[in-house]
């Protein structure tokens, strides 16, 4: 049975955009999965360690810009969950359906991916023209429950569809 032939049973899973996702954020992920059997993917451009489970499993594409992003975007599908600090991403895959969670706890949907998008857009153009503009603080045992509030939510919304 495919994913796509009993939509009521669909399996969600958890695709991690990992090269730069914090360790505590990948913890709160596998802890999740193991309590609700929900297999994880992981896609870096190098090899990243996972404990040993038969949900969890790892990626690794060839080094260069996107391309991480661009197998997430070509695999995630309607009902999966994406872990990405990564704006563009997010902006492909809301429209599929796919929930996607920036590791500090925002959730990114269709009301605010293309306002999120412009801003990154703007804001890069200040720092290329030479505007220093700081970057995020450090991750925080703030964001880290944020992050898990805003997964707990999402899963929340996929066990209410699957019944």
Request: proline content about 5%; aromatic content about 4%; some cysteine.
């Amino acid at each position: 049975m495919t994913r796509h032939a009993l939509h009521e049973h669909v399996i969600v899973r958890i695709w991690i955009d990992a090269d730069a996702c914090p360790r505590d954020v990948k913890d709160v992920v596998f802890r999740a999965s193991a309590r609700l059997q929900i297999a994880v993917v992981l896609v870096a451009n190098k090899n990243i360690a996972v404990p040993l489970s038969p949900l969890l499993s790892t990626v690794r594409v060839q080094g260069g810009p996107d391309v991480a992003d661009d197998h997430i975007a070509q695999a995630a599908e309607s009902g999966d969950i994406v872990v990405t600090a990564d704006i563009p991403l997010a902006a492909r895959l809301v429209p599929k359906g796919v929930a996607v969670i920036d590791p500090r706890g925002d959730v990114y949907d269709e009301d605010n991916v293309g306002e999120r998008l412009s801003v990154r857009d703007f804001m890069a153009d200040v720092r290329d023209a030479g505007v220093v503009t700081g970057g995020p603080g450090a991750f925080s045992a703030r964001d880290k429950q944020r992050f898990a509030s805003a997964l707990d939510r999402a899963l929340t919304v996929h066990q209410s569809r699957a019944r």
